[in-house]
């Protein structure tokens, strides 16, 4: 099956710089990939999200990019502000299913 | 993005009791629902898949006669913890997939058990 690595775990930015959380899978099936931000005691959000035939996406200071010959994909939020602390899931959905990684909690400091 | 609910939010019962928790997909209808559980600080885990009408499908090492799924509509999916015991307490999440969003789901709130 699907196996997706997320890193860092944690990671502590000041407000105004940039975050970048990385993940790899291991599907080359795998054609969708979903980012969640989830708050502490509520379910995950869909914040951004790519499919296989395109190599980068972007929404205001989110942006994902992905490369397939790598399977790698990254989420890079600019300009960080306190309210995006929260925890960051990153997904890859094969055949019928979505695999998550492991989370990176992301605490932005004023 | 499309609303998905849960009901409860958190519910606290006496070890041996059942709980049902009810996932709703608000303004479009599902062609499947997910389970998800999530211990703390930890990443979500598919418990089940369902589709209307279906029975629901069980991920590995999922006790099916244990965690009850009832997908009776396009719009409700229900889980129902059957003889709870403590370690049953967890952050239960339901996601659903709208046909017309691709490969899109939308997540609900959660719902946080705790056994006694």
């Known amino acids: 099956g699907e196996n997706v690595e997320q890193h860092p775990s944690t990671l502590s930015v000041q407000e105004g710089d940039s975050a970048v959380i990385k993940c790899t899978y291991s599907?080359?099936?795998?054609?969708?990939f979903p980012w969640y931000k989830q708050e502490l005691g509520k379910g995950p959000q869909l914040i951004i999200d790519?499919?296989?035939?395109?190599g980068e996406k972007k929404d205001q200071r989110i942006a994902v990019t992905l490369n397939k010959t790598a399977k790698h994909f990254s989420l890079h939020i600019t300009e960080t502000q306190p309210e995006d602390s929260a925890v960051y899931f990153c997904a890859a959905r094969g055949y019928q299913k979505v695999t998550f990684g492991i989370g990176t909690k992301l605490q932005v400091i004023p | 993005g499309a609303v998905v609910s849960q009901h409860p939010s958190w519910v606290i019962c006496k070890s041996g009791t059942s709980v049902k928790i009810e996932c709703r997909s608000l303004d479009f209808q599902a062609t499947t629902m997910f389970w998800y559980r999530q211990f703390p600080k930890q990443s979500l885990m598919l418990m089940a898949t369902?589709?209307?009408?279906?029975?629901?499908?069980?991920e590995q090492g999922v006790e099916k006669d244990k965690f009850l799924i009832n997908h009776a509509s396009l719009t409700l999916s229900t889980l129902t913890v059957t003889s709870a015991h403590p370690e049953d307490s967890s952050f239960y999440i339901c996601?659903?997939?709208?046909?017309?969003?691709?490969?899109?789901?939308?997540f609900g709130p959660g719902t946080r058990l705790t056994v006694l």
């Open positions: 369902s589709n209307e009408g279906s029975k629901a499908t069980y």
């Open positions: 599907d080359s099936a795998s054609n969708y």
């Open positions: 790519i499919r296989s035939n395109v």
């Open positions: 996601s659903a997939h709208f046909w017309r969003d691709g490969d899109t789901q939308y």
